[in-house]
C-alpha cells in the first residue's frame, strides 16, 4: 500500500505545501529524464501476491499482526485489512529459468508461512476475493493497524463527502438463475481490502517505457479475461473478475455531482496512449488532489546540484494514491534509481504455477508488442482497450473483446490464434529457457482450450452444491474449503475437479 505515515491531521496549508513538492518534484523528474539519470538493468520479473487469511471454518481471520509475528520474514507485510497480508518477492532476471527457480521459491516460503500462520489460528489463502467475506467484514475495526490505512479511508471519505456505495450486478450463476444484485452502503474503503491481487513489476529504460505502458494497457482485457478469479462478494455471484468494478467503486473520491461532471475516478485506467512516462506523472500531477500530503524536507534540485539522486518523496507518495491499472514507479535503493511499471490487472491465485503462467504470458506478450514494427496501440482506440477491460471482467474466459483487423472475438479464440506465439517471442527475446517457456505457456493454452479459469471453477463448484440442496452460504464456504485444498497441492486450475 506504500510508505509508513504517522497518524496525524491535514491542514490546508499542508494541502498547499504538497502540492508545491510535487511540482517541484515532477520538474526535477523531468530534468532527471532529460539527462538520462536513470538505472538501466537487465530485464528483471518481480512481484507481489496479495492474500486473505481464513480459520478453519474458511471464515475471514483478523489476525494478520499475529500472523505477521510468527512468521517473522521481512517479505511478508501487513495489508489494508486485518484479514490481509502481502508477499512481495525481491526483482530477479527473466532470463534462463529464473522463473521456474521462483515458483519454487515462492512455493517454499508460502508453505512455511502458512505454516507458522496456522500456529495463530490461520491460514493463507491466494484467491482474487475471499468469497465468505460479507458486510459485517467492512467496519473500521478491521483495519489493520498502521495509521496509513485509517488516514486513507478517512481523507476518501472526507473527498467524496458520503459514504461509499456499492452497486454490481453479474451474469446469471446458472440455466434458469436469475442475475444477482449487490446494492450496499460502507463507511470505510475496507471493500478495497477484498480485492487481493498479483502485482507484476518490470523495470525499463525511459526512452521505452510509453511502448511498454501502451502495450500493457491494450492487453489488459485478455489478461483479465484469461485469469479472472474473483466471481463471488458479500454472498453474491457478480462479475467473473468482480474485483476490477469494486476497487473502482470502493476508492472512488467522487460524489454523484463530480461524476456527472466526468471528473476522473480515483482507479483510472486512463484516457489516452502516451508518449512518454512523464505523461503519466504530470497527469496524476494535474488532476487528483492530494490524499495523504505528507511533506518532506528534501530540495530536489538541491539534490541534482550536489551530484546525487532524489527521493521525490511527495511525487511517490501522491503516485501510490492514483490506481492506476498499469502505473509508473520511480523507485530506488540507496543513490540508485530507476523507473519500472507495474502491472495491477491481474488476482491473487488460484495456484502459483497459474500465478506464474500468468506472469510468463504478460511479459513475452508485452515485450513482443513494445518492439513490434507496428504498435497495437496504432491499431485500436484508447476507448477500445478499456472497454476490452470491463467485459473481460464481467465475463471473464467466454467474453467478447475488440482486436484490431479480427474485430469481435473471444479471448480463447484470440490467445490460441495470435497472443500465444507472440508471448513465445517476447520471451525468447528475454532469454528465457525454451522448456521454461513452453511449459508456462503451455498452461496458459490449456486454460483457453477447457474454458476453465479461477473464475469458472469457483462458480461451477458454488452451482453444483446449491442443486445439491446447500444454501449458499454453505455453498461458498464448501467451495473455499476445496479451493484451499486445490491451492495447495499446486496444480493449475484447469486441471481440478469438482
Not at 231 to 240: D, I, T, V
Not at 299 to 324: I, K, S, W
Request: with cysteine.
Amino acid at each position: 500500500m506504500g510508505d509508513h505515515v504517522d497518524e496525524r491531521v491535514f491542514t490546508r496549508q499542508d494541502r498547499t505545501e504538497f502540492r508545491e513538492k510535487t511540482a517541484r518534484c515532477l520538474d526535477a523528474l523531468a530534468m532527471m529524464l532529460a539527462d538520462g539519470q536513470f538505472e538501466i538493468a537487465e530485464p528483471r520479473l518481480g512481484l507481489e501476491i496479495e492474500l486473505n487469511l481464513v480459520d478453519g471454518a474458511c471464515d475471514p481471520a483478523m489476525a494478520n499482526a499475529a500472523a505477521l509475528d510468527a512468521i517473522a520474514d521481512p517479505a511478508f507485510q501487513t495489508e489494508l485489512g486485518q484479514f490481509n497480508i502481502e508477499i512481495n518477492v525481491e526483482p530477479r532476471p527473466l532470463a534462463g529459468r529464473s522463473v521456474t527457480d521462483l515458483e519454487h521459491a515462492l512455493r517454499a516460503s508460502l508453505n512455511a508461512a502458512d505454516e507458522k500462520a496456522r500456529s495463530t489460528g490461520c491460514g493463507l489463502a491466494m484467491i482474487g476475493m475471499l468469497p465468505t467475506l460479507d458486510e459485517h467484514h467492512f467496519t473500521g475495526e478491521w483495519l489493520s493497524a498502521d495509521p496509513r490505512y485509517d488516514l486513507l479511508s478517512q481523507q476518501i471519505l472526507a473527498a467524496r463527502g458520503e459514504d461509499i456505495e456499492l452497486r454490481l450486478d453479474g451474469p446469471a450463476l446458472g440455466d434458469g438463475a436469475e442475475r444477482e444484485t449487490l446494492d450496499i452502503v460502507c463507511d470505510t474503503i475496507l471493500p478495497e481490502a477484498a480485492c487481493t491481487s498479483v502485482q507484476l513489476h518490470l523495470q525499463v529504460d525511459p526512452a521505452e517505457f510509453a511502448a511498454y505502458w501502451n502495450s500493457a494497457q491494450a492487453i489488459a482485457g485478455v489478461q483479465v479475461a484469461l485469469a479472472a478469479n474473483s466471481p463471488f462478494f458479500a454472498g453474491k455471484a457478480l462479475w467473473h473478475e468482480t474485483r476490477i468494478p469494486l476497487f473502482e467503486q470502493a476508492t472512488d473520491t467522487r460524489s454523484v455531482e463530480l461524476k456527472n461532471q466526468r471528473v476522473r475516478p480515483r482507479v483510472w485506467f486512463g484516457e489516452r496512449w502516451v508518449t512518454s512516462i512523464f505523461d503519466l506523472f504530470e497527469e496524476n500531477s494535474r488532476y487528483f488532489p492530494a490524499l495523504l500530503p505528507v511533506s518532506t524536507a528534501e530540495d530536489p534540485f538541491a539534490v541534482l546540484a550536489r551530484g546525487g539522486t532524489p527521493a521525490l518523496a511527495e511525487l511517490r507518495m501522491h503516485n501510490g494514491t492514483v490506481y492506476r491499472w498499469n502505473r509508473p514507479i520511480y523507485d530506488g535503493n540507496g543513490d540508485r534509481y530507476h523507473l519500472r511499471l507495474e502491472n495491477r490487472v491481474l488476482p491473487a491465485g488460484p495456484s502459483i504455477v497459474d500465478v506464474l503462467a500468468d506472469a510468463a504470458f504478460y511479459y513475452g506478450l508485452v515485450h513482443a508488442l513494445a518492439q513490434a514494427d507496428r504498435p497495437l496501440w496504432t491499431q485500436m482506440t484508447f476507448d477500445a482497450a478499456e472497454e476490452n477491460l470491463h467485459a473481460a471482467a464481467r465475463d471473464g474466459i467466454e467474453s467478447r473483446l475488440y482486436w484490431p483487423e479480427l474485430g469481435g472475438i473471444g479471448p480463447r479464440e484470440l490467445v490460441l490464434r495470435r497472443l500465444l506465439a507472440l508471448a513465445s517471442e517476447g520471451l525468447d527475446g528475454y532469454g528465457v529457457d525454451p522448456v521454461e517457456r513452453d511449459r508456462y505457456l503451455g498452461i496458459i493454452e490449456q486454460r483457453c482450450l477447457t474454458g476453465r479459469n479461477g473464475a469458472v471453477w469457483q462458480r461451477e463448484n458454488v452451482a453444483a452444491r446449491e442443486r445439491a440442496g446447500a444454501t449458499r452460504s454453505q455453498a461458498l464456504h464448501g467451495m473455499l474449503a476445496d479451493y484451499l485444498e486445490h491451492m495447495h497441492t499446486g496444480d493449475p486450475v484447469h486441471t481440478w475437479e469438482h
